[in-house]
């Protein structure tokens, strides 16, 4: 029998006050776990940002993130001195816990060869290009340093380090992190010692978090993650890719996110890092148009469609295993943005650029912040 209709609509009037409370307490219980005044948390983006954008936006009242998996740790104790100077507030470390490959000699030489042309277009000897992996997983010299700074939150990209190392990583006080892109790898944080998860969409710029399979096929958007894993898990889960602005925020809130993290609206503020090359394909119409590429790392990773994605394809077979496959390209990168341009550059950007302003990361932060405003 159906209800008359004033039955209905308080029924309705009822649910919604209690989604809505539900949801404040949501966010009210992210930023208790986080010491945070917004639930928002700058992407770690290594090679565009350094301490300056993480000061920045703790400074705001969001979680400002560090990227150290491109820092030694002279590097990191550098910047993390610099960033102790400039926020008194909880700030984010991020590391990568990938698993170094072997070298890869036959590999490496099948890499080179598809390079070729380019070198010799670019005027390089590829004799004196020296391998190297260019990126290092979370280590037990990096934790001693997390002993001495006792950063509030620490995340990782590609699953989680070792108990033994998530242990030191926990002792020192520190909140987990983790990034999932499956419903299963959300589990899998959950089972492992996360305390916060971040649902890391197909639209997300850089490197996929992808660790329990290979398989690109396998990755959902945002807004079809975010409520699977809310679903699943008990966790805080924090949606990550193609939010931009204040109604993206509210969108993903409405799917039962705790907090969001943002990163390519960031990436034109003042305060990172990034080349004029790459603020000027942010700002151009080639933004609309990003892949997934294998060529600048030999993982998985979101970027503006160059030259030489368009050209040798966004993956390729030819690339060695994570992250072997940096030093090959890297001196194409120098060469052609000395000259101006950004061929064989990773230009890191998620799917929705349409947020990324040149201004201070404050007031992008602060505008931001109104998706949380009911």
Known sequence: MLQPATSQLESSATF????????????MNLQRLLNIDIPLIQAPMAGVQLHGLAAAVCNAGGLGSLPCAMLDAAGLRKELTALSEKTSKPYNLNFFCHTPPAPQPQQESIWREALGPYYAELDIDPASIASGPGRQ?????????????????VSFHFGLPSPELLGRV?????KVLGSATTV???LWLEAHGADVIGAQGLEAGGHRGMFLTDEITSQLGTFALLPQIVAAVSLPV??????????????????????????????CCPEASTSAIHRAALHSPAAQHTALTNLFSGRPARGIVNRVMRELGPISAAT???PLATAAIAP????????????????WAGQNASGCKSMAAALLTAELACGFIQ
């Open 320 to 322: 060695p295993s994570f």
């Open 170 to 174: 926990k002792a020192c006080g520190a």
């Open 184 to 186: 299963a790898e959300a």
């Open 16 to 27: 919604v006050t209690s989604h809505a409370n539900l949801q404040w307490k949501l966010i």
């Open 137 to 153: 997983p979370f280590s037990a010299e990096m934790a001693d340093l997390l002993d001495e700074f006792r950063p509030a939150v």
């Open 332 to 347: 194409l990168r120098a060469k052609a943005e000395s000259q101006g341009s950004g061929d064989f550059s990773p230009l």
């Open 238 to 267: 924090v949606a990550a890719g193609g939010i931009a602005d204040a109604q993206g925020v509210r969108a993903a809130m409405s799917l039962g996110a705790a907090g969001v993290q943002i990163g390519t609206a960031y990436l």
